[in-house]
């Protein structure tokens, strides 16, 4: 069993919970300069393309462009990880239609309420290259629970932030996608060339972000 503990903080009107957990004891993390993935490793059970093992951990596929894996790494029960199937896209790339499409799909069918979150580059929080989206249970109190009511307002914090709450009349995927890269344009214009690892970037890079969807 995981040893697991959570520490409060308040600063001001922002309350942090952090969470310290023996499950990411042995968690992989990208090198300063991560090795080319090639081939299949069949060692670790890795498929063609993929650093991430995935064998004995998969739920399975939700389209032909995702499949659903069990994080074994979990800082939640569950916390699950939905991954492409072209091993070969990365977690440095923005999301495209297949990904809003498949994640949406979770968000609508599974019984718990769930919030998923992708993290975006290196200086997004990604410790795998494969592409891929996690989605854990909805935790009360959330840093933006405010949008889910109309007259809600957002807390004052010390950082940028990008927001936009969802018509659920106007909520197709293709809109999704809209919102999302108009984001994702936003926090360009903010934040392009001021992250750590910019220089070491490839060259289909976006800017690192970290967006969170949840469906009400």
């Given at each position: 069993m995981d040893k697991q503990e959570i520490v409060e903080h308040n600063d001001g009107d922002l309350k942090f919970h952090f969470l310290l957990t023996s499950a990411l004891a042995n968690k992989p993390t990208i090198p300063p300069?991560?090795?080319?993935?090639?081939?299949t490793?069949?060692?670790?059970?890795?498929?063609?393309?993929?650093?991430?093992?995935?064998?004995?951990?998969?739920?399975?596929?939700?389209?032909?462009?995702?499949?659903?894996v069990a994080n074994k790494f979990c800082s939640a029960r569950p916390h699950l990880m939905l991954v492409t199937s072209d091993s070969y896209q990365r977690q440095c790339e923005g999301l495209?239609?297949?990904?809003?499409k498949s994640v949406w799909f979770l968000l609508s069918v599974l019984d718990t309420e769930y919030v998923a979150f992708y993290n975006c580059g290196q200086d997004g929080g990604c410790s795998r290259l494969h592409k891929h989206l996690q989605l854990i249970p909805t935790s009360p109190n959330l840093f933006a629970s405010f949008l889910d009511s109309v007259d809600g307002q957002p807390p004052q914090v010390p950082f940028e932030w990008f927001y936009r709450r969802l018509n659920p009349h106007d909520s197709t995927r293709e809109r999704l996608l809209d919102i999302y890269n108009h984001l994702l344009e936003q926090a360009t214009n903010k934040g392009w060339g001021l992250s750590e690892n910019?220089?070491?970037?490839?060259?289909?890079?976006?800017?690192?972000?970290?967006?969170i969807v949840k469906k009400s």
């Open positions: 300069k991560a090795p080319a993935v090639n081939g490793d069949e060692l670790d059970h890795k498929r063609e393309g993929s650093d991430i093992s995935t064998r004995g951990f998969e739920i399975g596929g939700i389209s032909t462009s995702h499949f659903l495209n239609l297949n990904d809003i910019f220089g070491t970037a490839p060259p289909n890079a976006v800017c690192p972000h970290k967006p």
